[in-house]
């Protein structure tokens, strides 16, 4: 049993600012918790009440209501020992009950995958932070504590956590604004996921700070100085960059550590909204600002209620100086998010607050939620519409709505309604009529244009990026009724053999039913409705009805029976799909098809050089995508330069023989009396396949270049 100084020390914590009747009730919900976790020990070896007492001490830090430390102390129990939810709401009351229930795990359900079981429990989740939202501070301070005690777990769950971590939990605490857990959320999953990364950028950070220190110092004296000179007052202070956003900023914009580490960071804490753009005004005198990186978060938030003036500076050195200016209530919300509704609640109760704004993003969610046809949907659709990166544009009644980078005009049709998502047929963009698909950017204008009638079109899945617009379109097409799609399929259809001359009326019923045959579709109506709901390609079924008839003038042939291969392109059942020796695609590879008289549905590499031979025949070119698992045996051509020695073609042979590849041909071409040139056709897999076999072949001893040949 873990001695009485741990509960004392969350005791004496939750006093400074709790009555003594509700610090009470923490001790025995404490207590009640040792009974039920009695004998209970964490894969560390020490009892297992220690978690929830450590999770409680997190959310007392907070300043959490004593309501949220009782469930904190009971989040497990109902998940881990045979006590009832009845039970804890007879004991402490419906309210504390419900939180633990809604963080407790689905652990009485047989889930087939661990991805269906993640996401089942994170739609209960969601659900039960709707009715309360104290749910989801005890999730994020239960998973900040299980991150810090990672180090007894085996290496493959860490991952598996690490992974779970920064893929929902980290987006979670920013979108509600809760800083300070997630960039501690970061850096632990990073050193879980990627250990080697994170120790060789702790020690690079350990070796530059003492370089910098003299130079930040000198820095600070010099904003000091200029304050000063200005009659203003603020806290100042370096603010250290985390592991985790350097590591990303390096990974995706391609920088060395020291072009991302050598931006010096502060932070000025000030009394009132007018000092911050007072001193915004004095470090733009002491320092030249960098044109088009200004941010004014006061007068726009975030919508997770963060406010703070940004602003980036030439400074001496030549080296950037990025400065944040907020008040001391805005630094609060920066760091504690929706937990500062608690820490100062008569600050925290207007329209704006950070409280507010997760409710309004989880009323959001539960609209997806319903929208969803299963668990792992709705997840899907919930990471997408946690990006932090935002774009704000106006209404024409000038009001401002936030939305993630890259969003569509439909995208904020669906953002302001449902009703309006479903009906809007374009946009006036600043007063310029726009296309639905256009990607909004920040300070823009949008009026929304709609039509009675209109309906959702299949086409915008390929560029909306919210959740909800997702999720709203992909409803409405599940629930296209049978009627409805067979109608647009026939239209569709009707619509490519016009091109022809040709309908589905002109067309003989016979020849109709011999085609479906081979496609293997029961009857018309089937195949109208594969096409109505995208299933089908509209083009390739046109052209293959075509083909069947007297004189036909297609880039098509039939598929008949004695020549079915397996299907590798999506929508192409009953179609002939070849593939060129110019490029030698393989799964994996972006490819086009091209339509060919006699060889049916060509696939060619993007790349590739005889694409653009075809470049005034677009009506022949489709978009097509590879099949998803697939299982098959695909020409691949590698080029590989070697000195010229004996033995190197065996070896090159059978380091590509021991990697499960067969060869079809071999040429080999002296470049000179010292390099031979070796072109060879590989039979693999996929690109993984092939990759694999690239990389053994770059290990040998002579070759000096390896490139595939497309």
């Known amino acids: 049993m873990v001695n009485l100084f741990q509960i004392d020390d969350l005791c004496d914590l939750a006093n400074t600012y709790l009555p003594q009747q509700q610090v009470d009730e923490i001790r025995r919900a404490y207590e009640f918790g040792a009974i039920a976790h009695e004998g209970q020990v964490r894969r560390s070896g020490e009892p297992y009440i220690y978690h929830p007492l450590t999770v409680t001490y997190i959310l007392a830090e907070m300043h959490m209501d004593y309501q949220t430390l009782i469930a904190a102390l009971l989040h497990d129990v109902i998940e881990d020992t045979p006590t009832a939810k009845d039970k804890i709401s007879q004991e402490f009351g419906q309210e504390v009950a419900d939180i633990v229930d809604g963080v407790s795990k689905l652990t009485q359900m047989d889930f087939g995958t661990y991805a269906e079981a993640q996401a089942q429990n994170f739609r209960k989740m969601i659900m039960a932070m709707a009715n309360d939202i104290r749910v989801i501070l005890v999730k994020l301070a239960d998973r900040l504590h299980n991150m810090r005690t990672m180090g007894s777990m085996p290496m493959e769950k860490r991952r598996l956590k690490a992974r779970e971590t920064l893929d929902i939990y980290v987006p979670i605490a920013q979108r509600l604004g809760m800083n300070s857990i997630r960039l501690e959320l970061e850096d632990l999953g990073f050193a879980s996921l990627y250990p080697m990364r994170y120790r060789i950028l702790s020690e690079e950070i350990k070796k530059a700070r003492g370089h910098r220190k003299e130079v930040v110092n000198k820095m600070k004296t ?69 044109p088009g990186k200004f941010k004014d978060y006061i007068a726009i938030p975030k919508s997770n209620g963060y406010q703070s003036l940004h602003t980036i500076l030439f400074g001496p050195y030549g080296v950037p100086i990025e400065v944040q200016i907020r008040t001391r209530e805005m630094n609060a919300v920066a760091e504690a998010g929706i937990a500062a509704h608690w820490l100062y609640k008569t600050e925290y109760t207007g329209s704006d607050s950070a409280h507010k704004r997760a409710r309004d993003w989880l009323r959001g969610v539960l609209e997806m939620q319903k929208q969803a046809g299963n668990p792992e949907e709705f997840l899907e659709h919930v990471k997408v519409d946690l990006f932090p990166d935002e774009v704000y544009v106006f209404t024409p009644k000038g009001t401002i709505m936030v939305l993630p980078k890259n969003a569509t005009v439909i995208d904020l049709a669906y953002a302001v309604h449902t009703d309006i998502g479903d009906s809007c047929v374009a946009a006036r963009v600043d007063k310029q009529l726009s296309p639905l698909s256009m990607r909004l950017k920040t300070g823009q204008t949008v009026e929304i244009i709609t039509a009675p009638g209109a309906k959702p079109n299949p086409a915008w899945l390929n560029y909306v990026v919210t959740g909800k617009a997702r999720s709203h379109i992909r409803h409405f097409l599940k629930n296209l009724q049978s009627d409805e799609a067979k109608t647009l399929g026939k239209r569709m259809l009707n619509r490519q053999l016009e091109a022809y001359s040709e309908s589905l009326e002109t067309i003989d019923s016979k020849i109709i039913e011999r085609a479906l045959e081979e496609m293997n579709i029961p009857d018309l109506d089937h195949l109208l409705v594969d096409i109505g709901l995208g299933q089908r390609i509209g083009s390739l079924v046109a052209k293959h009805l075509l083909s069947h008839l007297p004189n036909a003038n297609v880039n098509v042939v039939p598929m008949h029976k004695t020549d079915k291969i397996p299907l590798y392109i999506k929508g192409t059942e009953g179609m002939v799909v070849s593939f060129p020796k110019c490029c030698h695609p393989i799964p994996g590879d972006k490819i086009l098809g091209y339509v060919s008289a006699g060889k049916g549905l060509v696939i060619h590499h993007h790349d590739c050089k005889n694409v ?24 691949a051509g590698v080029r590989i330069e070697v000195i010229n020695t004996r033995g190197a073609l065996a070896t090159i042979a059978s380091t590509i023989s021991d990697q499960g590849a067969n060869i079809g041909n071999v040429e080999v071409k002296e470049q000179d009396n010292r390099y031979v040139v070796m072109n060879f056709i590989v039979i693999v897999e996929d690109r993984h396949h092939l990759a694999e076999i690239l990389r053994r072949i770059r290990n040998i001893k002579h070759v000096t270049r390896v490139t595939r040949t497309k």
Do not use: T
Request: glycine share 6%.
């Open 222 to 290: 010099s904003i000091k100085r200029r304050l000063r000179q200005d009659k203003l007052s603020g806290q100042l202070s370096g603010r250290e960059k985390h592991l985790y956003s350097i590591y990303m900023k390096m990974r995706d914009k391609g920088l060395s550590f020291h072009e991302v580490y050598d931006v010096y960071a502060f932070r000025v804490i000030v009394e009132s909204v007018d000092m911050c753009y007072r001193i915004l005004g004095s470090v733009h005198n002491l320092y030249k600002p960098v």
């Open 612 to 635: 653009g031979e075809y470049k005034d025949q677009p009506e022949n070119w489709l978009d097509v995508e590879w099949e998803k698992d697939i299982e098959g045996e695909f020409s």
